[in-house]
């Protein structure tokens, strides 16, 4: 994987839900940030929310949603994601 660039980054927010404990952020987190192209990623569990920042050039909502459930998390669909970000 090659460097991310920031001033190429966007930053979005995920549902998801699942997450109990600090342990489940970890797990989240860290599979997000496995995705080519992310700069940053955390969650919360309290909240159930899931910040990354990533280029969009280099992945998409769509791969990212995935990584999280590869990982047995529920994920708010993405057409919900994109159209919360307007």
């Not at 090659?2 to 699942?18: F, H, K, N």
């Not at 919360?44 to 590869?70: I, M, N, Q, W």
Request: aromatic share 4%.
């Amino acid at each position: 994987m090659r460097p991310v660039d920031p001033a190429q980054t966007i930053e979005r927010t995920l549902s998801v839900a699942g997450m109990t404990c600090s342990g489940c952020e970890y797990n989240v987190a860290t599979a997000l940030r496995l995705v080519d192209g992310v700069l940053e990623a955390e969650a919360d569990h309290a909240s159930g929310v899931a910040r990354v920042r990533f280029d969009p050039g280099r992945t998409t909502l769509a791969d990212l949603a995935e990584a999280v459930r590869t990982t047995g998390y529920v994920v708010a669909p993405v057409e919900s994601i994109e159209d919360a970000k307007d």
